[in-house]
């Protein structure tokens, strides 16, 4: 189990589709116990299908200019 603070769904699928995937995530992530994690948050993301590009062209830029170098790379 990984323990973080939002689950974000995103993609390049209609809103609808996206939507739905949201609340049955939420209804599964309800089912599931949770005893000594954070409590993540399950939202909608609002990119599409641009987020793997954006959030590609984000990596040399943080990479280059983050605080902690190894915000993205911990194991």
């Known amino acids: 189990m990984i323990d973080f603070e939002a689950i974000v769904i995103d993609g390049a699928f ?19 116990d949770g005893q000594g994690l954070t409590d993540a948050v399950v939202v909608e993301g609002s990119i599409g299908r641009d987020a793997r ?22 194991d």
């Not at 589709?17 to 609340?23: D, E, F, I, K």
């Not at 590009?53 to 911990?74: E, Q, R, S, T, Y």
Request: hydrophobic letters at 55%.
């Open 53 to 74: 590009a954006i959030g590609g062209a984000a990596l040399p830029l943080l990479a280059a200019f983050a605080p902690d170098h190894d915000v993205l790379f911990k």
């Open 14 to 32: 209609p809103a609808d589709v996206r939507g739905r995937l949201v609340a049955q995530t939420r209804a599964q992530r309800a089912r599931i």
